[in-house]
Protein backbone atom coordinates (compact mmCIF):
# COMPACT_ATOMS: atom_id res chain seq x y z
CA UNK A 1 0.00 0.00 0.00
CA UNK A 2 1.07 3.77 -0.19
CA UNK A 3 2.38 5.15 2.15
CA UNK A 4 0.65 8.41 3.37
CA UNK A 5 1.87 11.34 4.38
CA UNK A 6 0.29 13.71 6.81
CA UNK A 7 -2.52 15.90 5.91
CA UNK A 8 -0.63 19.40 5.31
CA UNK A 9 -2.53 22.72 6.59
CA UNK A 10 -4.47 24.33 4.38
CA UNK A 11 -4.18 28.12 4.10
CA UNK A 12 -3.52 30.75 6.37
CA UNK A 13 -6.80 32.40 7.63
CA UNK A 14 -8.66 28.81 6.48
CA UNK A 15 -11.35 27.36 9.21
CA UNK A 16 -10.62 24.70 10.80
CA UNK A 17 -12.88 22.46 9.96
CA UNK A 18 -11.24 21.65 6.69
CA UNK A 19 -8.25 20.44 8.31
CA UNK A 20 -9.55 18.41 10.69
CA UNK A 21 -11.89 16.94 8.03
CA UNK A 22 -8.83 15.85 5.42
CA UNK A 23 -6.92 14.41 8.56
CA UNK A 24 -10.35 12.19 9.23
CA UNK A 25 -10.24 11.51 5.43
CA UNK A 26 -6.89 10.88 4.48
CA UNK A 27 -6.33 7.37 5.71
CA UNK A 28 -9.31 6.36 3.80
CA UNK A 29 -8.14 8.23 0.97
CA UNK A 30 -4.81 6.80 0.19
CA UNK A 31 -5.93 3.38 1.18
CA UNK A 32 -8.44 3.29 -1.72
CA UNK A 33 -5.48 5.17 -4.32
CA UNK A 34 -3.05 2.38 -2.54
CA UNK A 35 -5.62 0.04 -4.73
CA UNK A 36 -4.58 1.61 -7.92
CA UNK A 37 -2.82 -0.15 -10.95
CA UNK A 38 0.95 1.42 -9.36
CA UNK A 39 1.59 3.38 -12.67
CA UNK A 40 -1.73 5.25 -12.40
CA UNK A 41 -1.38 5.37 -9.02
CA UNK A 42 1.37 7.08 -8.78
CA UNK A 43 -0.35 9.86 -11.42
CA UNK A 44 -3.66 9.90 -9.12
CA UNK A 45 -0.71 10.77 -6.27
CA UNK A 46 0.90 13.58 -8.21
CA UNK A 47 -2.75 15.31 -8.97
CA UNK A 48 -3.40 14.72 -5.42
CA UNK A 49 -0.53 16.98 -4.53
CA UNK A 50 1.53 13.60 -2.84
CA UNK A 51 4.44 13.39 -4.90
CA UNK A 52 6.17 14.40 -7.46
CA UNK A 53 6.51 13.14 -10.94
CA UNK A 54 8.35 10.52 -10.94
CA UNK A 55 6.98 9.43 -7.88
CA UNK A 56 9.06 10.56 -5.27
CA UNK A 57 7.45 11.91 -2.07
CA UNK A 58 7.15 15.33 -1.37
CA UNK A 59 9.15 15.84 1.07
CA UNK A 60 7.63 19.84 1.75
CA UNK A 61 3.96 19.22 1.11
CA UNK A 62 4.06 23.13 0.91
CA UNK A 63 5.93 23.39 -2.12
CA UNK A 64 3.32 20.94 -4.15
CA UNK A 65 0.12 21.41 -2.49
CA UNK A 66 -3.09 19.07 -2.54
CA UNK A 67 -6.57 21.34 -3.22
CA UNK A 68 -8.15 22.94 -0.34
CA UNK A 69 -10.36 19.87 0.42
CA UNK A 70 -13.99 21.56 0.23
CA UNK A 71 -15.75 18.56 -0.98
CA UNK A 72 -14.42 15.95 1.18
CA UNK A 73 -15.44 18.65 4.53
CA UNK A 74 -18.85 19.12 3.16
CA UNK A 75 -19.49 15.12 3.20
CA UNK A 76 -18.36 14.98 6.36
CA UNK A 77 -20.40 17.99 7.63
CA UNK A 78 -23.34 16.41 5.97
CA UNK A 79 -22.83 13.03 8.44
CA UNK A 80 -22.76 14.89 11.09
CA UNK A 81 -25.29 17.44 10.31
CA UNK A 82 -27.02 14.37 10.70
CA UNK A 83 -26.48 13.75 13.75
CA UNK A 84 -24.00 10.71 13.20
CA UNK A 85 -19.98 11.05 13.14
CA UNK A 86 -17.95 12.38 11.05
CA UNK A 87 -16.48 8.96 10.32
CA UNK A 88 -19.61 7.62 8.32
CA UNK A 89 -19.43 10.23 5.95
CA UNK A 90 -15.61 9.24 4.99
CA UNK A 91 -17.01 6.84 2.23
CA UNK A 92 -18.99 9.88 0.69
CA UNK A 93 -15.83 12.34 1.36
CA UNK A 94 -13.40 9.79 -0.64
CA UNK A 95 -15.85 9.49 -3.23
CA UNK A 96 -16.27 13.10 -4.08
CA UNK A 97 -12.82 14.01 -3.42
CA UNK A 98 -11.59 11.56 -6.27
CA UNK A 99 -14.37 12.76 -8.52
CA UNK A 100 -13.46 16.41 -8.55
CA UNK A 101 -9.60 15.28 -8.84
CA UNK A 102 -10.63 13.57 -11.67
CA UNK A 103 -12.93 16.33 -13.06
CA UNK A 104 -9.84 18.77 -12.44
CA UNK A 105 -7.49 16.18 -14.91
CA UNK A 106 -9.72 15.92 -17.83
CA UNK A 107 -11.05 19.64 -17.76
CA UNK A 108 -6.79 20.55 -17.72
CA UNK A 109 -6.99 18.48 -20.94
CA UNK A 110 -9.80 20.17 -22.68
CA UNK A 111 -8.98 23.40 -21.60
CA UNK A 112 -5.63 23.13 -22.81
CA UNK A 113 -4.34 24.59 -19.35
CA UNK A 114 -0.58 23.39 -18.59
CA UNK A 115 -0.51 24.04 -14.91
CA UNK A 116 -3.02 23.72 -11.92
CA UNK A 117 -1.90 23.97 -8.13
CA UNK A 118 1.30 25.81 -9.23
CA UNK A 119 2.59 22.38 -10.70
CA UNK A 120 2.27 21.54 -14.42
CA UNK A 121 -1.11 19.75 -15.42
CA UNK A 122 -1.17 15.83 -15.25
CA UNK A 123 -1.00 15.93 -19.00
CA UNK A 124 1.73 17.81 -19.06
CA UNK A 125 3.89 15.95 -16.67
CA UNK A 126 3.00 12.08 -18.01
CA UNK A 127 0.97 13.18 -21.26
CA UNK A 128 -2.06 13.51 -22.41
CA UNK A 129 -3.02 9.56 -22.56
CA UNK A 130 -2.21 8.67 -19.50
CA UNK A 131 -3.62 11.40 -17.87
CA UNK A 132 -6.76 10.42 -19.88
CA UNK A 133 -6.92 7.15 -17.94
CA UNK A 134 -5.49 8.65 -14.87
CA UNK A 135 -8.92 10.40 -14.87
CA UNK A 136 -10.94 7.37 -15.77
CA UNK A 137 -9.09 5.58 -12.88
CA UNK A 138 -10.13 8.03 -10.09
CA UNK A 139 -13.88 8.23 -11.79
CA UNK A 140 -14.17 4.08 -11.16
CA UNK A 141 -12.20 4.12 -7.79
CA UNK A 142 -15.02 7.02 -6.37
CA UNK A 143 -17.78 4.76 -7.56
CA UNK A 144 -16.03 1.47 -6.07
CA UNK A 145 -15.49 3.40 -3.06
CA UNK A 146 -19.05 4.58 -2.44
CA UNK A 147 -20.76 1.78 -3.37
CA UNK A 148 -18.81 -0.45 -1.24
CA UNK A 149 -20.46 1.83 1.66
CA UNK A 150 -22.86 0.37 3.72
CA UNK A 151 -26.18 2.10 2.14
CA UNK A 152 -23.84 3.06 -0.93
CA UNK A 153 -25.90 1.61 -3.53
CA UNK A 154 -28.63 4.09 -3.29
CA UNK A 155 -25.74 6.72 -2.79
CA UNK A 156 -24.27 5.66 -6.03
CA UNK A 157 -27.82 6.77 -7.30
CA UNK A 158 -27.46 10.46 -6.07
CA UNK A 159 -24.10 10.63 -7.20
CA UNK A 160 -24.80 9.40 -11.00
CA UNK A 161 -27.57 12.08 -10.64
CA UNK A 162 -24.76 14.83 -9.55
CA UNK A 163 -22.29 13.41 -12.49
CA UNK A 164 -24.98 13.97 -15.54
CA UNK A 165 -24.90 17.94 -14.09
CA UNK A 166 -21.52 17.69 -14.08
CA UNK A 167 -21.53 16.79 -17.55
CA UNK A 168 -23.57 19.30 -18.72
CA UNK A 169 -22.26 22.14 -16.78
CA UNK A 170 -18.93 21.25 -18.23
CA UNK A 171 -20.45 20.96 -21.99
CA UNK A 172 -21.54 24.25 -21.84
CA UNK A 173 -18.66 25.84 -20.71
CA UNK A 174 -17.10 24.56 -23.64
CA UNK A 175 -20.26 25.72 -26.00
CA UNK A 176 -19.79 29.05 -24.74
CA UNK A 177 -15.92 29.47 -25.21
CA UNK A 178 -17.89 29.40 -28.60
CA UNK A 179 -20.12 31.82 -28.61
CA UNK A 180 -19.97 35.17 -28.92
CA UNK A 181 -19.25 37.94 -26.58
CA UNK A 182 -21.61 40.44 -28.10
CA UNK A 183 -25.08 40.51 -30.19
CA UNK A 184 -27.73 38.09 -30.15
CA UNK A 185 -25.93 34.68 -29.61
CA UNK A 186 -24.37 36.12 -26.32
CA UNK A 187 -24.60 34.53 -22.99
CA UNK A 188 -26.94 35.99 -20.90
CA UNK A 189 -25.46 35.61 -16.94
CA UNK A 190 -28.74 33.49 -16.56
CA UNK A 191 -27.08 30.86 -19.27
CA UNK A 192 -23.51 31.26 -17.29
CA UNK A 193 -26.01 30.66 -13.53
CA UNK A 194 -27.41 27.43 -14.55
CA UNK A 195 -23.58 26.49 -16.47
CA UNK A 196 -22.14 27.04 -12.73
CA UNK A 197 -24.63 25.41 -10.49
CA UNK A 198 -24.31 22.22 -13.01
CA UNK A 199 -20.43 22.57 -13.20
CA UNK A 200 -19.17 23.26 -9.92
CA UNK A 201 -22.91 23.73 -7.31
CA UNK A 202 -23.55 19.86 -8.25
CA UNK A 203 -20.68 18.19 -6.74
CA UNK A 204 -20.72 20.45 -3.61
CA UNK A 205 -24.39 19.66 -3.19
CA UNK A 206 -23.94 16.37 -3.96
CA UNK A 207 -21.10 16.01 -1.02
CA UNK A 208 -23.05 17.64 1.30
CA UNK A 209 -26.05 14.95 0.42
CA UNK A 210 -24.26 12.20 0.32
CA UNK A 211 -22.40 12.79 4.00
CA UNK A 212 -26.31 13.06 5.35
CA UNK A 213 -27.55 10.20 3.57
CA UNK A 214 -24.73 7.99 4.72
CA UNK A 215 -25.53 9.34 8.53
CA UNK A 216 -29.40 8.42 8.25
CA UNK A 217 -30.32 12.23 7.30
CA UNK A 218 -34.40 12.12 6.31
CA UNK A 219 -34.77 13.15 3.03
CA UNK A 220 -35.22 16.80 3.47
CA UNK A 221 -32.14 17.04 5.30
CA UNK A 222 -30.01 15.98 2.60
CA UNK A 223 -32.36 17.52 -0.27
CA UNK A 224 -31.43 20.93 1.77
CA UNK A 225 -28.06 20.19 2.03
CA UNK A 226 -28.05 19.72 -1.60
CA UNK A 227 -29.35 23.20 -2.45
CA UNK A 228 -27.30 24.68 -0.45
CA UNK A 229 -24.08 23.10 -1.81
CA UNK A 230 -25.57 23.73 -5.43
CA UNK A 231 -25.70 27.98 -4.37
CA UNK A 232 -22.60 27.66 -2.45
CA UNK A 233 -20.91 26.20 -5.83
CA UNK A 234 -22.39 29.36 -7.67
CA UNK A 235 -20.91 31.30 -5.84
CA UNK A 236 -17.41 29.27 -5.80
CA UNK A 237 -17.27 29.58 -9.43
CA UNK A 238 -18.30 33.46 -9.35
CA UNK A 239 -14.80 34.02 -6.92
CA UNK A 240 -12.99 31.54 -9.06
CA UNK A 241 -14.09 33.53 -12.36
CA UNK A 242 -12.57 36.14 -10.53
CA UNK A 243 -9.89 34.92 -8.75
CA UNK A 244 -8.85 33.80 -12.25
CA UNK A 245 -8.95 37.53 -14.08
CA UNK A 246 -7.61 39.64 -10.86
CA UNK A 247 -5.98 36.57 -8.25
CA UNK A 248 -2.05 36.24 -7.79
CA UNK A 249 -1.38 33.78 -9.98
CA UNK A 250 1.39 32.24 -7.48
CA UNK A 251 -1.25 32.07 -4.85
CA UNK A 252 -3.70 30.52 -6.95
CA UNK A 253 -1.66 28.20 -8.72
CA UNK A 254 -3.04 29.02 -12.23
CA UNK A 255 -1.57 31.51 -14.87
CA UNK A 256 -3.54 34.72 -14.92
CA UNK A 257 -6.13 35.08 -17.32
CA UNK A 258 -6.46 32.13 -19.12
CA UNK A 259 -9.85 32.21 -19.24
CA UNK A 260 -9.53 35.25 -21.12
CA UNK A 261 -7.05 33.89 -23.46
CA UNK A 262 -9.91 30.94 -23.93
CA UNK A 263 -12.70 32.63 -24.59
CA UNK A 264 -14.97 31.33 -21.23
CA UNK A 265 -17.47 33.18 -20.37
CA UNK A 266 -17.32 34.41 -16.85
CA UNK A 267 -19.38 36.23 -14.57
CA UNK A 268 -18.03 39.19 -14.08
CA UNK A 269 -16.87 39.78 -17.54
CA UNK A 270 -20.97 39.13 -18.55
CA UNK A 271 -21.37 41.47 -15.56
CA UNK A 272 -19.46 43.97 -17.07
CA UNK A 273 -20.59 43.95 -20.66
CA UNK A 274 -24.16 44.02 -19.41
CA UNK A 275 -23.45 47.06 -17.43
CA UNK A 276 -24.12 50.77 -19.32
CA UNK A 277 -21.42 53.10 -19.85
CA UNK A 278 -18.21 53.14 -21.79
CA UNK A 279 -16.01 50.93 -19.98
CA UNK A 280 -18.06 48.31 -21.32
CA UNK A 281 -18.81 49.13 -24.81
CA UNK A 282 -14.66 49.43 -25.16
CA UNK A 283 -14.46 45.48 -23.46
CA UNK A 284 -17.06 44.63 -25.70
CA UNK A 285 -14.66 46.08 -28.75
CA UNK A 286 -11.49 44.66 -27.60
CA UNK A 287 -13.21 41.23 -26.63
CA UNK A 288 -15.06 40.76 -30.17
CA UNK A 289 -11.05 41.44 -31.66
CA UNK A 290 -9.66 39.83 -29.04
CA UNK A 291 -7.73 42.10 -27.82
CA UNK A 292 -5.13 42.16 -25.08
CA UNK A 293 -6.26 40.23 -22.19
CA UNK A 294 -4.79 42.02 -19.16
CA UNK A 295 -6.93 44.94 -21.02
CA UNK A 296 -9.50 43.40 -20.86
CA UNK A 297 -9.35 42.42 -17.47
CA UNK A 298 -8.78 46.24 -16.50
CA UNK A 299 -11.93 47.12 -18.32
CA UNK A 300 -14.03 44.23 -17.09
CA UNK A 301 -13.35 45.96 -13.54
CA UNK A 302 -13.82 49.43 -14.70
CA UNK A 303 -17.11 48.65 -15.75
CA UNK A 304 -18.03 47.28 -12.47
CA UNK A 305 -17.70 43.16 -13.28
CA UNK A 306 -15.36 42.56 -10.16
CA UNK A 307 -18.03 44.11 -7.96
CA UNK A 308 -21.29 42.70 -9.53
CA UNK A 309 -19.35 39.21 -9.07
CA UNK A 310 -19.12 39.84 -5.53
CA UNK A 311 -22.45 40.51 -5.16
CA UNK A 312 -23.77 37.36 -6.98
CA UNK A 313 -21.51 35.46 -4.77
CA UNK A 314 -22.49 37.11 -1.79
CA UNK A 315 -26.53 36.64 -3.15
CA UNK A 316 -25.78 32.78 -3.22
CA UNK A 317 -24.03 32.33 0.10
CA UNK A 318 -27.21 33.69 1.43
CA UNK A 319 -29.64 31.47 -0.49
CA UNK A 320 -27.04 28.66 0.81
CA UNK A 321 -27.99 29.62 4.31
CA UNK A 322 -31.01 30.27 3.79
CA UNK A 323 -31.64 26.67 3.12
CA UNK A 324 -29.42 25.28 5.92
CA UNK A 325 -31.81 27.26 8.41
CA UNK A 326 -34.79 25.39 6.75
CA UNK A 327 -34.00 22.09 8.43
CA UNK A 328 -32.73 21.04 12.09
CA UNK A 329 -28.58 19.98 11.79
CA UNK A 330 -27.37 18.14 14.64
CA UNK A 331 -24.26 19.61 16.35
CA UNK A 332 -21.65 22.82 15.23
CA UNK A 333 -22.20 21.15 12.07
CA UNK A 334 -24.91 24.50 10.91
CA UNK A 335 -22.07 26.71 12.07
CA UNK A 336 -19.01 25.09 10.52
CA UNK A 337 -20.99 25.14 7.09
CA UNK A 338 -21.55 28.67 7.35
CA UNK A 339 -17.97 29.60 8.39
CA UNK A 340 -16.87 27.82 5.18
CA UNK A 341 -19.36 29.38 2.69
CA UNK A 342 -17.57 32.55 4.00
CA UNK A 343 -14.47 31.21 3.60
CA UNK A 344 -14.79 29.99 0.02
CA UNK A 345 -16.24 33.69 -0.79
CA UNK A 346 -13.50 35.81 0.68
CA UNK A 347 -10.64 32.82 -0.32
CA UNK A 348 -7.11 33.76 -2.33
CA UNK A 349 -7.22 30.28 -3.78
C1 LIG B 1 -18.79 13.66 -14.60
C2 LIG B 1 -18.23 11.96 -16.38
C3 LIG B 1 -18.04 13.31 -15.84
C4 LIG B 1 -17.20 14.21 -16.45
C5 LIG B 1 -16.81 15.49 -15.86
C6 LIG B 1 -14.20 17.41 -16.80
C7 LIG B 1 -15.61 17.55 -16.41
C8 LIG B 1 -16.58 16.54 -16.91
C9 LIG B 1 -16.04 18.56 -15.65
C10 LIG B 1 -15.15 19.64 -15.13
C11 LIG B 1 -15.76 20.31 -13.97
C12 LIG B 1 -14.84 21.32 -13.35
C13 LIG B 1 -13.37 21.20 -13.50
C14 LIG B 1 -15.34 22.34 -12.66
C15 LIG B 1 -14.51 23.39 -12.02
C16 LIG B 1 -14.80 23.42 -10.56
C17 LIG B 1 -13.81 24.26 -9.79
C18 LIG B 1 -14.14 25.70 -9.51
C19 LIG B 1 -12.67 23.72 -9.40
C20 LIG B 1 -11.71 24.34 -8.48
O1 LIG B 1 -12.01 23.77 -7.22
P1 LIG B 1 -11.17 24.08 -5.93
O2 LIG B 1 -10.82 25.54 -5.85
O3 LIG B 1 -9.84 23.29 -6.24
O4 LIG B 1 -11.86 23.45 -4.76
P2 LIG B 1 -8.77 22.75 -5.21
O5 LIG B 1 -7.47 22.91 -5.94
O6 LIG B 1 -8.83 23.56 -3.95
O7 LIG B 1 -9.16 21.32 -5.00
Redesign the pocket.
Known sequence: MTAVSPAPPVATGAPAVLDRCRALVRPALGEAVGRLHPWVGEMARYALGWCEAGGASVAAPVAAP??????QALAVLGAEAAGAPGRDGVPAAVAVEL??????V??DI?DGDAT??GRPAVWRAYGTGPAVLAGDAL?ALAVETLAGAPGGAAAVGTLSTA??D??R??AD?LVFATRPWTGPERVRPGEYRLMAER??GA?LGCAAALGARLGGAPPATADALDRAGRHLGTA??VI?DVLGLWGDPAVT?KPVHADLRERKKTYPVLAALDSPGPAARRLAGLLDADGDPAEAAALAEAAGGAAAARDEARRHVREAAAALASVPLAGAAGGELRALAAFLTDRA?
Open positions: GGKGVRVHTFSLHDMRRFLGLLGQDKTLFQDGR
